[in-house]
DNA sequence: AAGTTACTCAACCAAATGGTTGACAATGGC
DNA sequence: GCCATTGTCAACCATTTGGTTGAGTAACTT
């Protein structure tokens, strides 16, 4: 479903350039000109850039020469699937760090083990 | 800086089957053969996305037949690059609907506006 | 020490990406 | 209504990417 529109979003980001571009509107809108300016690429792969942005759903504006603007929800979406994995493999560390400390309390202290012998 | 990190980790996630095996790696370790056998490619092409995945640091191994690990770690640089500029355009927005709700209080309630004349 | 099994490297291919330049389309000012 | 300005489309190019297959290497098993 929005498989495709993380796949999206996470691609437009990898790029420096848009990254920068995303930035630069979170502190204000700004055409297509504006934004192109600092850039020593043409006005033609900037717009390309936006193009990109655009398409996933980063950025939007309502004519052709009105300022883009930044659309700040997508940002929930990848956040939401971050924070899933990264919430779900630190539970997991902890359970293993609890295993660890039991396996230890068990096991009363021993002279060598396995992994690390001399 | 860290400027190529972070696109490097943007990039290993705009893969879907990049995504799924970090999905699958955040409940469980597993070796490259395991997680090449739900998919229909071949094992080479999963061992070429688990490089992409190690050089974005996302996921690590001891050594060559090791299971494959997560490392949850790489997810903050993400998040709080998103969390930077979400803030940051939010705040915006904030600002911009107090301006627009001021402006509102100093102009007595009036026929049309023209935007969306009729 | 030898043989399997598990994985990676290399070469290749098609498609996608980020850039270019030149022609075209749409907006805003006069 | 015309012109200048602003932005996009199209065609092209080099590089990167995600896939393939085939050959090689590294690590367990016995």
């Keep these: 479903m929005s498989e495709d529109r993380l796949s999206r ?7 420096p350039t848009r990254r920068d571009l995303v930035a630069r509107l979170s502190s204000a809108d700004a055409t297509v ?3 192109a300016a600092p850039y020593d690429v ?3 792969a ?3 850039h936006l193009k990109v942005l655009e398409d996933a759903g980063l950025v939007s504006r309502e004519s052709r ?4 603007r930044l659309e700040a929800e ?5 956040t939401k699937w971050i924070e899933r994995y990264q919430q779900q493999a630190e539970e997991r560390y902890q359970r ?3 295993l660890l400390a039991e396996m230890q309390e068990s096991t009363p ?7 690390d012998a001399s």
């Design 65 to 68: 020469r009105a300022p883009v």
């Design 42 to 44: 043409s006005l033609q």
């Design 109 to 115: 202290p021993q002279q060598s083990r396995a992994e």
């Design 9 to 15: 979003v996470f691609a437009a980001l990898a790029d």
């Design 33 to 35: 000109g504006e934004l």
């Design 46 to 48: 900037v717009s390309k």
């Design 74 to 78: 997508v940002f929930d979406l990848m």
């Design 96 to 98: 293993l760090d609890a």
